[in-house]
């Protein structure tokens, strides 16, 4: 895990050292990646989330609102107190549109659902995630969605007997009560598709942004014991 601040550094390392193709997977390595690649105009360079593009810098992303969706629905019907806690990392476009979709999502089905939030200000610090997870909880969340990458919110939710639904991968073995499902990001098949194209010379920089009709977006297993799993 690379430190946004120091990134720049390591992204000229890995560039210095024969390395043709990087992947810079944080939204904060935007700037550091643009930098690194003014250096290193023969390397490839695709960022993760970012906006900023060049000759030799692609960008990408994936349509995470669709699985917000989703797992928004699954919270406004399951929900008793109709308090959602949603623990955000950085308002960026990412992240309020996932808490867009998710309230929205949880509306439909919920019109009395009202969504509180706690911003963290960092991907992965697992104390801040379930403190914002522990005074969500207190704050009569029952459902509780992370924007984090640790799986620090799910054990309070586990713990507390609330439920949770997972980030970036299936967290289940973590909180195997509490989980009800979650976003899976599943970046394989976009990289070894990039990857081909350096291989074959083909490789241009472009926006890419691909959801569950690419498998870029997946869910997570249905909790076996979720009793709306027969409705879903």
Known sequence: ?????????????????????????SFGYMNPTIKAAKK???????????FKRSKNVGTYSARFYEGRHVIGLIAGKM????????VASFPI?????????????ARS??????????????????????????????QGADMIFTHTDSTAALIVAEKRGK???????????FAPKAH??????????????????????TWKPADTWEG???GMVQLAPYNKGNPLRKGI
């Open 1 to 25: 895990n690379v430190p946004e601040a120091g990134s720049e550094v390591q992204i000229s390392k890995l560039a210095s050292t024969g390395h043709g193709l990087i992947f810079t997977t």
């Open 40 to 50: 290193f105009p023969k390397v490839i360079f695709e960022h993760a989330t970012g």
């Open 79 to 86: 929900t008793k107190s109709n308090v959602l806690g949603y």
């Open 93 to 105: 476009p990412e992240v309020i549109r996932g808490i867009n979709a998710t309230f929205l999502a």
């Open 109 to 138: 089905v919920n019109p009395k659902v009202r969504l509180k939030i706690i911003w963290v200000s960092t991907w992965f610090d697992p104390g801040k995630e379930a403190d914002a997870a522990k005074a969500l909880i207190d």
């Open 163 to 173: 439920f949770g639904f997972g980030q970036g991968s299936d967290m289940s073995k």
């Open 180 to 201: 009800l499902t979650g976003i899976i990001d599943n970046w394989t098949p976009y990289y070894t598709r990039r990857v081909r194209e350096v291989l074959n010379g």
């Open 212 to 214: 569950f009709k690419e």
